[in-house]
């Protein structure tokens, strides 16, 4: 089945502890994207990158970095200089400059111990 | 700041009325998309509506755009309370140093009563 995969669904962090949050997709898609939701919120943009090897950063990237070395990988590290991180965060993929639809990830939700 | 603003926060109706979402942009876009989210999920893309196109329709859903007022409705006709989520409004703004960038609304929250 073609998708877009998130994990680990639940992730806890301790203080001052770096995590990597998985994004995998098998769709093909050139455009790959990570979003931020917090309770009762939208969704904020922290990284979105548009071909291998390149990315931008979104509206709140401070604290957090990432890489794309594949075209259907998008991992997230979420860095000890991201002071508040306990959030759901959620990847998603589309096909690239056209813009179509953007397919969704389930989401990991991420929690500071 | 966000680009897109739904309006309004939170709707509450009955099985069988009508649900209108509506969706406030700031700067020129490409296209506009609806998505829904049920909670602590994914979202789930609904229509895409191009800057040229006025009107669309997609099963009991139809999408309005103005571009000159900069702002976008949803309609759910004939509501189901399996309609219940959050309903996002996203914009590409594909041009200059937002190029590629899908930014979404704060959302919609519907609740469907039986």
């Known amino acids: 089945d073609g998708g877009i995969t998130q994990s680990p669904k639940y992730l806890f962090r301790k203080e001052g502890q770096n995590v990597t949050l998985s994004c995998e997709q098998n769709?093909?898609?050139?455009?790959m994207y990570w979003y931020r939701q917090d309770p009762g919120q939208g969704l904020r943009l922290i990284y979105y990158?548009?071909?291998?090897?390149?990315?931008q950063k979104g509206d709140i990237a401070e604290g957090y970095s990432v890489s794309r070395e594949k075209k259907e990988s998008f991992p997230l590290t979420v860095t000890s200089a991201q002071k508040n991180p306990t959030a759901f965060y959620l990847c998603?993929?589309?096909?690239?400059?056209?813009?179509?639809?953007?397919?969704f990830g389930q989401g990991t939700r991420l929690t500071v111990v | 700041s966000q680009q897109g603003e739904e309006d309004p926060q939170a709707l509450s109706i009955q099985e069988g009325e009508n649900a209108t979402m509506n969706c406030s942009y700031k700067t020129s876009i490409n296209n506009l998309q609806w998505y829904r989210q049920n909670s602590g999920r994914g979202l789930v893309h609904l229509i895409l509506?191009?800057?040229?196109?006025r009107e669309k329709h997609s099963g009991r859903l139809r999408v309005t755009l103005d571009t000159s007022k900069k702002s976008s409705s949803l309609l759910i006709t004939a509501s189901r309370a399996a309609d219940t989520a959050s309903y996002f409004c996203a914009t590409d703004v594909g041009g200059g140093t937002s190029y590629g960038k899908l930014t979404f609304g704060q959302g919609t929250i519907l609740t469907v009563h039986p």
């Open positions: 998603a993929s589309s096909v690239g400059t056209t813009f179509g639809e953007a397919f």
């Open positions: 990158s548009q071909i291998v090897n390149d990315f």
């Open positions: 769709l093909n898609h050139d455009a």
């Open positions: 509506i191009r800057s040229n196109e």
